[in-house]
């Protein structure tokens, strides 16, 4: 019975990591593609599986385009500030907007990794993300470093002083590889290498 246990496990730890990549490349496939669907559909075209992602696709690149022209931008910046005119449209609006460029846009949030030392000794991986505070009323000797917590996708954002944050020449991806894996990937990564 141990060894029903045993293997299913290993089942397990080989098909979750692969089945969740692949449940969310097919989710993220079915969005964009029925997005596209639905502009076919909205012009009498046959909703051919697939040509809604080329559809979708080719729409965001043409209002990629058209957004870099002068009567677009003034006329995005004329619909931001409308909704800015709405307190809880504005929230949700830069949110998002400010998510979504930190993520994708050229100026990306985690840029730069930094080591955050603890009264105890101990240092943190974090990821800096302005060094502007003064909106907070702190001393300009402070900085904004996300913390990602392990095992799990979420983190806390907290305000250092500069002196207790350490900038450290690691790439971001493999930074928050080891955080958010507890530092198990980088055993594994140790373990791959010939000996």
């Not at 141990?2 to 692949?22: Q, S």
């Not at 502007?132 to 300009?140: G, I, N, Q």
Request: net charge positive.
């Amino acid at each position: 019975m141990k060894r029903l246990v045993t293997w299913f496990l290993n089942g397990l730890l080989v098909m979750a990591p692969i089945g969740i990549t692949l449940y969310i490349l097919v989710y993220i496939f079915k969005l964009v593609d029925s997005l596209g669907k639905q502009i076919l559909l909205s012009m009498n075209l046959p909703p051919i599986t697939g040509l809604g992602v080329i559809v979708t696709v080719t729409l965001l690149i043409a209002i990629g385009f058209i957004s870099q022209l002068w009567l677009s931008r003034k006329l995005l910046e004329w619909t931001e500030r409308l909704i800015a005119r709405f307190p809880g449209l504005k929230t949700i609006y830069s949110m998002v907007k400010d998510t979504i460029h930190s993520l994708i846009g050229e100026k990306r949030a985690f840029s730069q990794v930094v080591l955050v030392t603890h009264e105890d000794g101990g240092k943190r991986i974090g990821f800096l993300t302005t060094e502007d505070v003064t909106a907070f009323h702190l001393h300009t000797s402070y900085i904004a470093v996300y913390v990602p917590h392990a095992l799990q996708v979420s983190g806390e954002l907290r305000l250092y002083p500069r002196e207790r944050v350490e900038f450290i020449d690691t790439p971001v991806e493999e930074a928050m590889r080891f955080c958010l894996t507890a530092g198990v990937a980088s055993k594994k990564e140790e373990g791959d290498m010939p000996g």
